[in-house]
């Protein structure tokens, strides 16, 4: 216990979770402030798409999140013992667990049920791609893939009868089904990108190498 409580601690002081948090604040103030403003983007349609700031505001949320795994010492983590290991999917799951309820309470507030739960399964999505981001090409890179869902998401929101596509999760209904399962589908994902470690990779690869 004392050694895993250790590595906490380590983990605490190499990662800057104050700056995580001030990340944060910023953005759940700039949510409650702004949340409405619609943002203008070109449309595959012609003109432009206005989607609500809101909406995009998990992704946001999410970036910080994982991207607090990121440090100095990346390199040096990869290869960590197992008590590091946990630490750091601990506090993954930690600051994920607070992001969601700063969410959850910011637009408690402000919104009803469906947009809650709206934003919170884009808080999801939005998690795994960053996850699976930031195995492929480092932490601190763990915005690209959330970044990329933007386009699609905004220029191909609409399909040719002008309703929303099923896998618009920004703007499908709360609880849609399909939205629910990219969610589902983008944490296993995310998670098992966080598994493979490289040392774990170099370990498969040399059982595959055997076996041939």
């Given at each position: 216990m004392l050694d895993l409580r250790g590595s906490w601690i380590r983990y605490l002081r190499a990662h800057r979770f104050r700056g995580i948090a001030?990340?944060?604040a910023v953005v759940i103030a700039c949510d409650v402030a702004l949340g409405s403003t619609r943002l203008d983007f070109p449309f595959s349609g012609g003109g432009s798409s206005a989607t609500p700031l809101r909406h995009e505001i998990p992704l946001a949320l999410a970036v910080i999140a994982v991207g607090g795994l990121g440090s100095a010492m990346d390199s040096l983590e990869e290869a960590a013992a197992n008590g590091f290991r946990r630490a750091e999917v601990s506090c993954l799951v930690g600051a994920v667990s607070v992001a969601a309820v700063l969410l959850i309470a910011a637009e408690a507030f402000v919104s009803p049920m469906g947009?809650?739960?709206?934003?919170?399964?884009?808080?999801?999505?939005?998690?795994?791609?960053?996850?699976?981001?930031?195995?492929?090409?480092?932490?601190?890179?763990?915005?690209?893939?959330?970044?990329?869902?933007?386009?699609?998401?905004?220029?191909?929101?609409?399909?040719?009868?002008?309703?929303?596509?099923?896998?618009?999760?920004?703007?499908?209904?709360?609880?849609?089904?399909?939205?629910?399962?990219?969610?589902?589908?983008?944490?296993?994902?995310?998670?098992?990108?966080?598994?493979?470690?490289?040392?774990?990779?170099?370990?498969?690869?040399?059982?595959?190498?055997?076996?041939?």
């Open positions: 001030v990340g944060w947009t809650v739960l709206l934003v919170l399964r884009g808080l999801l999505i939005w998690v795994g791609l960053a996850l699976l981001s930031g195995r492929v090409w480092g932490w601190r890179l763990s915005w690209i893939l959330p970044l990329v869902t933007l386009f699609p998401l905004t220029y191909w929101q609409v399909d040719g009868l002008g309703r929303f596509r099923w896998w618009d999760w920004t703007d499908q209904p709360g609880y849609s089904l399909p939205s629910w399962g990219i969610a589902i589908g983008s944490l296993l994902v995310g998670g098992g990108a966080m598994a493979l470690t490289p040392w774990r990779v170099n370990r498969l690869r040399r059982a595959f190498q055997r076996n041939r």
